[in-house]
């Protein structure tokens, strides 16, 4: 089986951001493998461990820097990477279409995953419109996964630690949640295996996607600012209670 | 011209959730015609309570209970409330059931959507919603014959506008409503009455590193009892296995937007904040007084949250 990997090059975490020119980042900072989809390959990779005559291929449309995610993805267990280089940035509509197009181009996925969404834009959806555009079934924020017999079971998360099961016939569309597994940290072996493996390169242009008449564009970023102004609350224990109490009723109205 | 605008009701065991008046409070706009689309009850049961704020037509549409728990099934029907309507713009809550739902309509559809939004201008079609986990607010230009928006729950205030609503009844067509591989095995029930939902509580104590143990959680969960409260946990607390992932809140967890955010033991990092900023009062206690949350909050107490919960438990008792 064919597996494909959607994987996104995005900011880290834990980086500070600066915009420029009202509305884009400034891209001076360190970017990796979207955390979900860590997750992702993570499960592809357990998926390839009881069907051996698989293969993973990891997709990013980014930049061309977006190759050292690839390379992580590969460091993960990742058999080979394509990347849709542009240097623009694209929205969801645009971003689904250039990934469907290069995994069609490339081979016969058996089974897509994607990550339940990316940290930077945040936008949930990337998976169901891959879906739509391949005509297959989707389900996102899956933390159970069992392939068997043409099919998919799946448990997708809901709140309060409830799931969802639902049965998706093969291939399908995988968003990864948390849950899913443990990301299997790559070893120093595993990152200079990676090195070795292939990426092909092919241009965004070259792909011939048609420009839709809807479309999210991002007009401006603001920092969200902080406007807290942090008062203390001293005494000892029973007085400061007494204050809390008297806040959540009086100022916060909530009791 | 007048623009029909739809909006997605979410219900809990045949009761309207409380975050969809301010969902509808957002969508009001002007020269716009308010479509809720009722999916899980009989109309005239909520009518009154929509009525309350605005609605004019409620979209009545007969499922069995199979259809009603499949996403897919659920995302046609809208598709179906859509066009039989000339509906220009959705809104739905961005609750669990509304990620599984809300991209499903957008991508069968080919139309924009933006998910965790605040605010939505649809005069200039102009959403706000954060991004670079919760570090920047993006203001989105989004065009297409439908809109989708996915409103973050708690996030508008809502405001009532008295209106009276007619009920429709949408015949629809079963072969538009198949869902092509995909099944429902099993949903589960969430249990309301026991388990306050995370992201729509109006009040979240949460406990993180600070909290040393899982035990301590049962003190933080008591508190949260007596308060009405949800417990939250930091990812310290998840990773150690004293609480389940789903009480995460983070740029990994839930996004919540409480009226008051209590962090007990909680250093307040980057990636923990990504999920609470938007909190009306944050609270914080924590031993010290360098800790980040401490200079990001509207009040601290510098102390040991393991004296200060029990203290509070004893005096909400004795309210
Ligand atoms: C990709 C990525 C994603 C992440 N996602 C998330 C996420 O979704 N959510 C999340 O929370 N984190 C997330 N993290 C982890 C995050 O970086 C922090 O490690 C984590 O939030 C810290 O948790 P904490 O505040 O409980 O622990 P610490 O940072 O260790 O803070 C514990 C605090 O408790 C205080 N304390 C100790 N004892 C007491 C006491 N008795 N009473 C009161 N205070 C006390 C200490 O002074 C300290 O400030 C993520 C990290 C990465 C890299
Ligand atoms: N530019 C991209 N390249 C590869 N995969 C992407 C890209 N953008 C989004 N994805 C995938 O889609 C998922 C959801 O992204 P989003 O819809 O932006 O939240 C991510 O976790 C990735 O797996």
């Known amino acids: ?255 | 011209m007048m623009k029909n605008i739809g909006i997605i009701i979410e219900l809990d065991n045949g009761k309207i959730k409380e975050t969809n008046f301010g969902m509808i409070t957002l969508a009001r706009a002007k020269d716009t015609e308010l479509f809720a689309v009722v999916m899980d009850a009989d109309a005239a049961s909520v009518k009154e309570d929509l009525e309350l704020f605005g609605i004019t037509k409620i979209v009545e549409v007969c499922l069995s209970k199979d259809q009603q728990a499949n996403p897919v099934v659920r995302a046609k029907v809208i598709i179906n409330v859509i066009k039989a309507y000339n509906i220009c713009a959705v809104f739905g809550l961005s609750t669990a059931t509304g990620k599984d739902l809300l991209p499903r309509i957008a991508a069968f559809l080919e139309a924009s959507l933006v998910m965790d939004c605040y605010a939505v201008d649809l005069e200039q079609n102009l959403v706000k919603t954060s991004q670079y986990s919760g570090k920047t607010i993006a203001t989105i230009k989004v065009t297409g014959d439908v809109l989708v928006f996915g409103v973050r729950p708690n996030a508008v205030e809502p405001v009532k506008a008295q209106a009276s609503a007619r009920i429709v009844k949408l015949k629809l067509d079963e072969s538009n409503l198949v869902a092509k591989g995909f099944r429902v095995i099993k949903t589960s029930e969430v249990d309301e009455s026991t388990n306050i939902n995370l992201v729509e509580a109006d009040v979240i104590i949460a406990g993180g590193r600070g909290m040393k143990n899982g035990d301590n959680f049962t003190i933080l969960s008591k508190c949260a009892e007596k308060l009405n409260a949800a417990v939250g946990a930091s990812r310290v607390a998840v990773d150690a296995g004293w609480v389940p992932y789903s009480m995460q809140v983070g740029q990994t967890g839930e996004k919540v937007s409480p009226m008051v955010y209590i962090a007990c033991g909680i250093s307040g990092s980057v990636q923990h904040f990504a999920g609470m900023k938007t909190s009306g009062m944050v609270i914080a206690i924590n031993t010290d007084g360098n800790a980040s949350i401490m200079s990001n909050c509207d009040y601290y107490v510098k102390a040991d949250a393991l004296e200060i919960i029990p203290e509070l438990i004893k005096h909400l008792e004795n309210d």
């Open chain 1, 1 to 255: 089986m064919q597996i494909y990997i959607c994987v996104k090059h995005v900011p880290d975490s834990a980086a500070n951001i600066t915009i420029v020119e009202k509305n884009r980042i400034d891209e001076n900072l360190t970017f990796l493998l979207n955390p979900y989809d860590e997750h992702a390959v993570t499960e592809a990779v357990r998926i390839k461990d009881n069907l051996p005559d698989s293969e993973i291929v990891a997709v990013c449309l980014g930049k061309d820097d977006a190759e050292k995610t690839l390379r992580s993805a590969m460091a993960m267990g990742a058999d080979r990477g394509l990347l849709i280089a542009s240097d623009k940035n694209h929205d969801s509509i645009e971003t689904a279409q250039a990934l469907k197009a290069a995994i069609e181009q490339d081979g016969n996925p058996g089974l897509i995953f994607t990550g339940k969404e990316s940290i930077d834009a945040e936008g949930m959806q990337t998976m169901f419109r891959i879906g739509a555009l391949l005509d297959l079934p989707v389900a996102t924020n899956v933390v159970n996964l069992d392939i068997e017999a043409g099919r998919a079971v799946v448990d997708c998360a809901l709140s309060g630690g409830t799931a969802n099961t639902y049965e998706l016939s093969l291939p399908c569309v995988i968003g990864a949640g948390r849950g899913l597994n443990t990301p299997r940290y790559p070893t120093f072996p595993d990152v200079v295996k990676s090195k070795k493996k292939p990426v092909k390169k092919i241009a965004f242009y070259d792909l011939k996607i048609e420009p839709s008449k809807a479309g999210m564009k991002i007009v401006e970023l603001e920092p969200l600012l902080q406007k807290r102004e942090p008062k203390e609350i001293k005494g000892d224990a029973g007085e400061v209670a007494k204050k809390i109490l008297r806040i959540l009723k009086d100022e916060a109205r909530v009791i």
